[in-house]
C-alpha cells in the first residue's frame, strides 16, 4: 500500500521560509519520480515542482528562485524548501509520486493527504 504523508506546513510571514516534507511507504522510493502541488479554494490544483528519479528538477515559473525541491532516497523523503515567501503561495499543498515523471499532468498515481501553507502579509 502506498502512503504519502506530508509535513512542516503552517503559518509564516511574508519573506519568510517553509520546508515541507514528504514521507513516502512505498518500496522503491528510488524509482519514483515525486513532485508538489498546490491547490487554493476554488482554484485547480496546480504543479509547483517535481523531481525525477533521475534527471533535472522542473518548476514552474512562479516559484523558480525561491523553491528548492530535493529528495533523500535513503530516508524514502521528498522535500520542498520554499524561501522569500508571498501571500499568494498559500495554499494546500500536495505531494505526489508516480514511476513516469508527467510534471504538470495532474494523472500522477498516488497523492498525499496535503498540509496548509498560509503567507501573511
Known amino acids: 500500500q502506498v502512503q504519502l504523508v506530508e509535513s512542516g506546513g503552517g503559518l509564516v510571514q511574508a519573506g519568510g521560509s517553509l520546508r515541507l516534507s514528504c514521507a513516502a511507504s512505498f518500496r522503491d522510493f528510488s524509482s519514483y519520480a515525486m513532485g508538489w502541488f498546490r491547490q487554493t479554494p476554488g482554484k485547480e490544483r496546480e504543479f509547483v515542482a517535481g523531481?525525477?528519479?533521475?534527471?533535472?528538477?522542473v518548476y514552474t515559473t512562479s516559484v523558480k528562485g525561491r523553491f528548492t525541491i530535493s529528495r533523500d532516497n535513503a530516508k524514502n523523503t521528498v522535500y520542498l524548501q520554499m524561501m522569500t515567501l508571498k501571500p499568494e503561495d498559500t495554499a494546500v499543498y500536495y505531494c505526489a509520486a508516480d514511476p513516469i515523471f508527467k510534471t504538470r499532468d495532474l494523472r500522477w498515481d498516488y497523492w498525499g493527504q496535503g498540509t496548509q501553507v498560509t503567507v501573511s502579509s
Open positions: 523531481i525525477p528519479w533521475s534527471g533535472n528538477s
